[in-house]
């Protein structure tokens, strides 16, 4: 388990590497400027955050503010007060100090138990995250994410992918995207079908997708439903240039 402590006393940070390493399999860095530690999370973002509350006039809570939702939060803090706050942003323990190990034994294990479920659920959405398709006499299994676009050739598909060899396969385009999640693909034209998230920037008449060659085009039955989709979904992020 990944962890970082950020705490302003020197003690209570070699209390909690103390006991870290009494548990192990916990790899920890410390933090006594909270500025500095909020910092490294976001860059490493850690399993588990050890978190003072009043650190030289910085509020924990505030800082809990802005630590990511998949990191676990464990409030380390003299002042019990501060309790009911501590679990407004979503911390799964508070430890008051001083604390002992047998009490940190019980926090860090609720971290663990929730890392690994997320850990499942990941997994789990990232197995649904596939297609088996048919290239000439075996089955291919595609991860959707690879996709960059999916061009259609009669009864074959043609799937170009991201680093990966591009793939033929005898199914329609119709076929292919009732395989597909809807919300992550759109069709633009008969021949064409791309994921939204790859698409840069778009027109009337053209898609530019994030690989910044490649431009797909928009038919002209498919244009009100194309530019009404992108422009309304904020979950894509393109640009609208008006020509």
């Not at 591009?166 to 919300?183: E, R, V, Y």
């Amino acid at each position: 388990m990944r962890c970082i402590a950020i705490d302003d006393e020197p003690i209570a940070l070699a209390i909690i590497e103390e006991y870290c390493n009494r548990r192990g399999n916990m790899q920890l860095e410390t933090y006594s400027n909270p500025h500095l530690g909020l910092q490294r999370v976001m860059e490493w973002m850690p399993d588990l955050v050890f978190l003072d509350i009043e650190m030289n006039g910085v509020s924990g809570i505030e800082l809990a503010r802005s630590i990511p939702k998949d990191c676990c939060i464990i409030f380390t803090t003299a002042y019990a007060d501060y309790a009911l706050e501590g679990f407004e942003v979503n911390a799964i323990d508070f430890l008051h100090k001083p604390f002992f190990y047998a009490r940190f034994e019980k926090a860090v294990a609720k971290a663990a138990e929730l890392t690994a479920m997320r850990s499942m659920m990941k997994m789990s959405e990232s197995a649904e995250r596939k297609i088996t398709l048919k290239v000439e006499y075996k089955n291919v299994t595609v991860s959707i994410d690879d996709i960059l676009y999916i061009e259609a050739m009669d009864n074959y598909c043609k799937l170009y992918r991201i680093g990966k060899p591009t793939i033929i396969s005898q199914i329609s385009l119709k076929s292919l995207l009732a395989m597909l999640p809807q919300n992550l693909f759109i069709r633009t034209h008969r021949s064409f079908a791309v994921p939204v998230n790859r698409i840069a920037r778009f027109t009337r008449q053209q898609i530019e997708l994030t690989d910044g060659t490649t431009h797909i085009p928009i038919g002209r039955m498919y244009s009100d439903d194309v530019l009404r989709t992108l422009s309304n979904d904020l979950r894509c992020r393109t640009s609208y240039r008006r020509e």
